[in-house]
Structure formats: C-alpha cells, structure tokens
C-alpha cells in the first residue's frame, strides 16, 4: 500500500502517512455504517436570511444624504457640491447594497443598473459644468464598456464553460475599444496633435487576450499552466 499523496510505501496497519500526514484510505477497508446525516431526496433547510445589515446600511445612506443636502443649502442656499457627493453615494448604493435586497440577485440585471446609474451621473456633472461633453464622449465611453462588462457577466453566469474564451474575448474587445475612445476625446476636447497612447495599451490587452484563448484551445498548454500556478 502506497501514500496517495507523496507515493511512500506503508504498512497495513498504518493510519497515516508517516512523511506527509495524508491519512490513510483503501478501497478494501471495511468502512462502519451509520445514518445518513440528512433523509433520502430532501435538502436541509435553508438558513433564513435577515435584511437587518442591508436596512442599517441604507438608513445610513439617507441619513447622510439628507445631512450633506441641508449643509450644502445653509451654506450656499443651493445644491452645489452636494450633488456631486449624492451622485457618487447613489452609484455607490446600487452597486453594492441594491442587491442584497433580494434572495438570489442576478448580476446580469444590476449590473448594467449600476453602469447606468454611473451614465446618469455623468450627464448630471455635464448639465451643471455645461461641459457639452456627454454625448460625444463620456456617453459612447461608458456604455461601451457597460456592454462588455455586462456581455461578459452574462456568459459568466449561463454558461458554465469556457471562462478562457469569454475573458480572452473581452480583453480582446476592450483593448480595440481604446481606439475609438481616443478618437472621440480628441474630437470632444480638440486635441490636434497625434497622441498614440490608445496603442500601448491595446497591444497588452490584445496579446492578452490571445494568449488567453490560445489556453483555450491547447489543452497541453492550459494543464502546463494549471501545474505551474497550482490551478
């Protein structure tokens, strides 16, 4: 009989490998026979789930809110900096506590929520500066990378294969998209001279991606890998 672990060979009365501790398990053991833990087809039953922290941390969230806004019109006697601060809280609160009011929430649904609370944000920052830079920048910009992000957290969470391919993929979408993105901030912000840096990291993102789903598709090379970093 030999360690399953580190390969030693062992006696048959051992319980325990002697140089690795792997405890001891063959196939010929008689094993003792007890009650199964829960009742044939039935599920234990699930741990109720409180909605305490996620109450708290929202009446967290209004009670600021709501002291920011009244500092804000005592001082100014208008909404000022506090619209930017409530701006930020809103994005904050519907990426990370919006979704702990439901059992099973599905981030493909808040996903894109927070991407467009992020967007609304941005034309509520463009309207008060009178910017004139939302709709030929900051809009394609970030619905874009809403869409990838988005496309990639559904193909996470329906299919249960090929996460190589789907990150390959993105990195690959994403670090073409740097492309029209410095073209539209040179023609939102008029930049005239020719700037490049949309390539540098372009050509990481796509080397990435490629050697992602390269991965994907040699199987030596994946199992290579897997050893080396103990996957």
């Not at 009011?101 to 992020?118: D, K, S």
């Not at 920048?137 to 990378?145: E, M, S």
Request: with cysteine; hydrophobic share 50%.
């Amino acid at each position: 009989m030999y360690c399953v672990q580190c390969g030693v060979k062992l006696a048959d009365s051992q319980k325990s490998c002697p140089l690795c501790g792997t405890v001891v398990c063959h196939p010929s053991f008689d094993r003792s026979k007890a009650e199964p833990l829960f009742p044939e087809n039935r599920l234990p039953p699930k741990p109720h789930r409180s909605l305490g922290g996620t109450i708290l941390t929202t009446v967290s969230f209004l009670i600021v809110s709501v002291t920011l806004l009244i500092c804000d019109l005592n001082i100014a006697h208008s909404v000022t900096w506090s619209g930017y601060v409530l701006g930020a809280l809103l994005i904050i609160y519907n990426a990370f506590v919006l979704p702990s009011w439901f059992r099973n929430p599905n981030p493909v649904i808040f996903v894109p929520i927070a991407f467009a609370t992020v967007v609304v944000y941005l034309l509520y920052i463009d309207l008060v500066t009178n910017g004139d830079w939302f709709l030929s920048f900051a809009f394609p910009v970030a619905g874009g990378i809403g869409l990838v992000v988005t496309a990639v957290v559904a193909l996470l969470y329906y299919v249960k294969r090929g996460q190589l391919f789907i990150f390959g993929g993105a990195c690959i979408a994403l670090g073409v998209y740097l492309l029209p993105i410095e073209f539209l901030a040179k023609a939102t912000f008029h930049v005239s001279r020719f700037i490049g840096w949309s390539l540098y990291p372009m050509n990481v993102l796509v080397l990435l991606g490629g050697f992602l789903l390269f991965l994907g598709i040699c199987r030596p090379a994946r199992e290579a890998m897997q050893r080396l970093f103990f996957m």
